[in-house]
């Protein structure tokens, strides 16, 4: 297959641009995102058969506003600016833009004025959307047209049908736009005529080849981390390279019951690569004792997580490259617009391809989001199990242990988390529950059992639904299977008398308790 149809989005530092990379996938079209800064050189070499101007935090009219290269307007590519990427083509083509008499946030009516064609095609004729804007158009530049209006917002729309250029206000790509689907899909397949022609099959045939020439004769070192993401890696790699591919697989003590098994079972039957098991619990543990803060256990964790690969690497000898699991939402945030809020920090492997030797770092999935990485997953032979696998941390379940580690408090956890992953997987709900695990609160309280009083740990249920992680409902698990649940793990994980279910949303918590 010949490279994928793009469709190139700029980064002003909006929280939502990896939604719209994602929402433009989902329609079976390539996107990639680059920063605002990108030279125009850059952009072209791209071929985009579009462009997206993402929104972003700053005000246009501001003297260190992000602006792009104006020559993206002129490379006879369809633009779409959404909400600061609409301002931001407004004044830089000559239109203006001022604070708005009232804000708008949330969900808005908006009137759609021009649904005959364009953009707006085919959507009603009133359709909620979501704004989240304090500053708005106030002239278009010459050309454009309002092609839809709210009470407060009188150009929450605008078309330049000759040039192809358009703006709109408010977000097509959060599921809170009722009709946000079908803005994207009027822009990328009636005006940018895209085939919506990508898919996990296409990647796979694609990236096998660049694997091929990038690698050409040589060995591949891979760390495995027990995680969807470098068992997807490890099995692409293996399609393209076969027994070349060495994987080091550092078993750190805190993964879930049987995923160890699983991982060393896959990789040396299913995809039988030479696997290097490191089972380095007790240097962990070690280094872990005394320490309760959360960003420190990470810190340590990640640190000698590394350390265990480079000794594991030395002993094993030259190899010519080195491969990682990156997937795309880490290449975006690590390259973020000017602007950006930082929300959470990455941890990967520094500068260990250069301090090791390699001659250049692998990284086959750095072009997908998580949901096409299980996709592709599922394409290259990876069993359900582990593709399905519900989302876990790097650190693993040290950070479902509040306060210090010790291998009885872990061992509560992962029993306890395999109670509510074999319960709801029984109640057939482990496909609409987004997120679910169990945490070791660090509280104890007095109970009884047998007749006797018992001094114990309360252990809590954290479940949540949601599209994009960027926010999290609680999940209305039955009253019933929460019983269940809590009868279990009382009664067959030692140590724990009392189960909580955490119900509260993402904001004002995060998912994870650390």
């Known amino acids: 297959m010949e490279n994928p149809q793009c469709i ?6 909006g929280q939502y641009t990896q939604l719209i990379a994602r929402r433009v996938r989902e329609c079976g079209v ?18 985009p058969l579009g462009m997206i101007l993402s929104g ?5 009219t501001d003297v260190s506003a992000p602006f792009c290269d104006i020559g993206v307007f002129s490379l006879g590519v369809p633009v779409l600016g959404i909400c600061y990427g609409m301002q931001l083509t407004s004044i830089m083509l000559g239109g203006g833009v001022n604070a708005c008499s009232l804000r708008e946030y949330g969900r808005s009516q908006v009137a759609m004025d021009r649904r005959d064609k364009g953009l707006l095609r085919g959507l009603a004729t009133q359709s909620y959307c979501w704004m989240s804007h304090t500053y708005q158009v106030s002239q278009m530049p010459a050309g454009f047209d309002v092609i839809a209006h709210t009470d407060h917002c009188p150009v929450a729309a605008m078309a330049d049908e000759t040039r192809r250029i358009y703006g709109v206000q408010f977000h097509p790509e959060v599921t809170h736009t009722e009709e946000g689907r079908k803005v994207l ?35 591949v070192l891979l760390g495995l981390s027990g995680g969807v993401d470098s068992a997807v890696a490890a099995a692409l790699l293996y399609r393209a390279i076969g027994d070349r591919l060495t994987c080091v697989y550092v078993d750190h003590g805190f993964m879930r019951a049987g995923e160890s098994d699983q991982v060393v079972e896959l990789f ?20 872990l004792k005394g320490v309760t803060e959360p960003e420190q256990k990470r810190k340590i964790i990640g640190r000698d997580f590394v350390e265990v690969f480079k000794r594991e690497a ?9 491969a990682q699991g990156t997937i795309y939402p880490d290449v975006i945030e690590s390259g973020s617009a000017k602007g950006a809020a930082v929300i959470k920090s990455h941890h990967n492997v520094g500068g260990l391809p250069a301090e090791l030797g390699f001659q250049s770092l692998v990284e086959p999935l750095r072009m997908l989001f998580k949901d096409e990485v299980r996709k592709l997953g599922i394409t290259l032979g990876l069993p359900e199990s582990l593709v399905y696998r519900q989302p876990f941390p790097g650190p693993g379940l040290a950070i479902r242990v509040i306060g210090e580690l010790t291998p009885e408090k872990v061992e509560i956890v992962r029993r306890s988390d395999k109670v509510l992953r074999d319960e709801i997987e029984a109640a057939g709900l482990s496909r609409s529950i987004s997120q679910y695990f169990t945490v070791l609160t660090g509280a104890k309280s007095v109970g009884v059992m047998g007749d006797e009083r018992t001094y114990a740990y309360a252990v809590a249920i954290r479940a949540v ?14 009253y019933d299977l929460l019983n269940r649940i809590a009868t279990r793990i009382v009664g067959d994980v030692k140590g724990v008398n009392r189960v909580l279910y955490d119900i509260t949303t993402k904001p004002p918590a995060s998912i994870e308790w650390e």
Not at 33 to 42: H, K, N, R
Not at 314 to 322: E, P
Not at 469 to 474: I, K, L, Q
């Open 268 to 287: 040396t039957k299913t995809f039988p690569v030479q696997l290097i098991h490191a089972e380095a619990s007790e240097t962990f543990f070690a280094d």
């Open 314 to 322: 030395k002993k094993l000898g030259k190899r010519d490259h080195f």
């Open 56 to 60: 972003g935090p700053s005000c246009v």
């Open 185 to 219: 899909q009027n822009f990328l397949f009636d005006i940018c005529g895209m085939k919506g022609d990508w898919n996990m099959a296409a990647y796979a045939e694609l990236e096998v080849a660049r694997i091929r020439k990038q690698v050409g004769d040589g060995t």
């Open 8 to 13: 190139v989005i700029l980064d002003f530092g």
């Open 30 to 47: 390539y996107s990639e995102v680059l920063p605002y800064s990108t030279p125009l050189a850059e952009i072209r070499d791209k071929a």
């Open 465 to 478: 639904t949601t599209d994009d992680f960027m926010t999290a409902d609680v999940a209305q698990l039955p």
